[in-house]
């Protein structure tokens, strides 16, 4: 006999529909005792155990009641791999002062002077950034100097650790989960200012960039840190350092890179209002420029991961590279009048300005991340670590996947997004010319040297950036060249 029962909730119904069957009056049918169960037992809608009844709002408090959960746990994990110090006897402390009891008496005295210089009890990364008078108050505070606290006690163990120069597996973990916390931590901070339609506050940027700095500098030191081997072979590169790359990208990075054209835009229309004022009200000051301290903190997160395999370090440069190129096509659409009699409005000319201002940002953090080999801060580009196999932190194999993988789809996505964004600064020009060989870009130069000495047929073409950013433009394509080659 075939079993139709598939499930264990077919068997439950079943089960039952017999225990029901079981206590059923013998005197009453089967139809009406169906209705007198229906009318005992109504049924009743799934709802969520909230107040609102939202199954939304009670998966968040899930997550959040699991976050809390999580982080006790890596409190108590900390404890587990150096346990605090603890404090001498108390009799040997006496035995040890009592021969010197009498000459200790003068310098009591003077501990009221003393005291002022003292370190404080609680040594913890809250507490240095609370005994400073210029750390701003940050939203979400509590939260995130709880987590960058934990993340310095569990470096300052790991560090004074026996295997401090190759850490465990349970070590390094502790060290990635604790990492992955603070950078959600700072997330939450950054995320609600750069998504806000006010300019977001140039001091907050920079304690954020501090605190980045602080956190990528020790965590991923740690995570790369092996023992030299016998064979000569370098150390294989750890999943840890791929979940606090995808973190630092998801979470730093892209909303960075992201918000340049809207922060241009927004900081510009505050700085060039349409509101007229009178003559006799003073004009009010304008806010401070976050966009520098902005590019800090991108360069802030992205400089320290120089202990990174070339091959990680080639794979986040081109994930950014592409980021960094889709903003710029975006900046230059399909389209775009080149003609400056067309910008007759205000937000026209503000547009205009905030464009270029934009385009200089974005080709900064392009530069930053084809910085060449000599430049400090800088890693090797792809291909130059390949004799150089006893200084990296990952396998040859990692390094030559990497490798194929960078030089498929990577460098051709890159190549033709700035080609297109070439060709779209220039109206004659084409979209295939750019960046896919040197003699069709050494045309391109020419030509546009042409149009600069006045020749005919090309001195009429019309532009959308002038020869400024169309010169950065092109210093960003050697510059991808020449990291490339």
């Given amino acids: 006999m075939p ?11 079943i089960a039952v ?10 005197d009453q049918s089967c139809a009406s005792y169906v209705l007198h169960l229906q009318s005992i037992f109504p049924p009743s809608e799934p709802a969520a155990p909230t107040s609102d009844g939202s199954w939304r709002n009670h998966a968040l408090a899930l997550e959040k009641e699991l976050a809390r959960v999580k982080a006790e746990l890596d409190v108590e994990r900390i404890k587990t791999v150096a346990p605090p110090p603890q404090a001498p006897p108390v009799a040997d402390a006496t035995h040890s002062a009592a021969p010197t009891s009498q000459p200790k008496r003068k310098p009591k005295k003077k501990a009221g002077s003393d005291t002022k210089i003292e370190p404080p009890t609680r040594v913890d990364l809250q507490a240095v950034l609370e005994s400073h008078p210029d750390i701003v108050a940050l939203p979400h505070s509590s939260t995130l100097f709880s987590a960058l606290s ?8 790991v560090n004074a650790s026996d295997n401090a120069l190759d850490p465990t597996a349970e070590q ?3 060290v990635c989960s604790i990492s992955l916390r603070a950078i959600s931590s700072l997330a939450a901070v950054l995320h609600p200012l750069l998504r806000s339609p006010v300019l977001p506050s140039a001091a907050i940027l920079q304690t954020l960039s501090t605190l980045t700095h602080h956190l990528v500098s020790h965590a ?4 790369c840190r092996h023992k030299p081997r016998k064979t000569g072979r370098p150390a294989p590169a750890s999943s840890h350092t791929h979940e606090l790359i995808d973190a630092l990208i998801l979470s730093i990075f892209h909303p960075a890179i992201e918000s340049l054209i809207p922060l241009c835009r927004c900081y510009l229309k505050s700085l060039f209002s349409s509101k007229s004022t009178s003559a006799k009200q003073p004009l009010p000051l304008p806010a401070a420029d976050p ?13 320290p991961l120089s202990p990174l ?8 440069r081109a994930a950014l590279a592409l980021k960094s190129v889709c903003e710029l096509e975006k900046l230059f659409p399909d389209g775009l009048s080149a003609n400056p009699g067309t910008w007759t409005s205000h937000d026209a000319r503000v547009d205009s300005l905030a464009r270029r201002d934009a385009l200089w940002y974005l080709c900064a953090v392009l530069h930053i991340l084809f910085a060449p080999k000599s430049e400090p801060g800088s890693v090797p580009a792809p291909g130059a670590g390949a004799s150089s196999s006893s200084s990296s932190c990952a396998s040859s ?20 997004g700035l080609s297109r964004v070439l060709a779209r600064c220039r109206a004659g020009g084409t979209a295939t010319s750019a960046c896919n060989s040197a003699p069709a870009a050494q045309q391109g130069i020419n030509s546009d040297r042409a149009a600069d000495d006045g020749l005919p047929g090309v001195a009429d073409r019309e532009v959308v950036v002038d020869e400024v950013g169309y010169e950065m433009l092109l210093g960003v394509a050697e510059r991808y060249w020449l990291w490339i080659s």
């Fill in 3 to 13: 079993n139709y029962l598939h499930s264990d909730a077919d068997r439950m119904r």
């Fill in 17 to 26: 529909a017999l225990v029901a069957l079981k206590f059923k009056p013998p």
């Fill in 150 to 157: 934990a993340f310095e006690r569990v470096i300052i163990a």
């Fill in 172 to 174: 390094r973990a502790l």
């Fill in 220 to 223: 991923f030191p740690v995570l």
């Fill in 291 to 303: 966009r520098p301290d902005l590019l800090h903190l991108f360069q802030s997160a992205f400089s």
């Fill in 309 to 316: 395999a070339p091959g990680e370090s080639r794979d986040l």
């Fill in 397 to 416: 194999s990692t390094q030559s996947a990497a490798r194929a993988a960078f030089d498929g789809a990577g460098e051709d996505r890159i190549a033709d």
